[in-house]
């Protein structure tokens, strides 16, 4: 089992940035291939970006590339999002996910309750 608690939403300005932080416990945090998604209201579910175990790959959506950095800490049990340039259309509900594979796409077994972005234009 792995729980995940996300931190660092909020409400900022088109243009701002945010940092997104998720902290994990349970299994042994650098076993895991760590995610973060998105959901805006009555959109489904999307993935943003996701790291390898070992923080030496990562992978972004393509309308996040150049603008949001995903990075990892495994001695603190956290990833983190850093997120620039943000736009109205980033609004959303952001989820931390974690899971055993190695690949960064696809199915991820375990998900944080999300931190709310809202970028006013």
């Known amino acids: 089992q792995v729980q995940l608690v996300e931190s660092g939403g909020g409400l900022v300005q088109a243009g701002g940035s945010l940092r997104l932080s998720c902290a994990a416990s349970g299994r042994t945090f650098s076993a895991n291939t760590m995610g973060w998604f998105r959901q805006a209201p009555g959109k489904e579910r999307e993935f943003v970006a996701a790291i390898s175990r070992s923080g030496m790959t990562s992978d972004y959506a393509d309308s996040m590339k150049g603008r949001f950095t995903i990075s990892r800490d495994n001695a603190k049990n956290t990833v983190y999002l850093q997120m620039n340039s943000l736009k109205p259309e980033d609004t959303a509900a952001y989820y931390c996910?974690?899971?055993?594979?190695?690949?960064?796409?696809?199915?991820?077994?375990?998900w944080g309750q999300g931190t709310q972005v809202t970028v006013s234009s």
């Open positions: 996910a974690a899971k055993m594979s190695g690949i960064l796409r696809g199915q991820y077994d375990y």
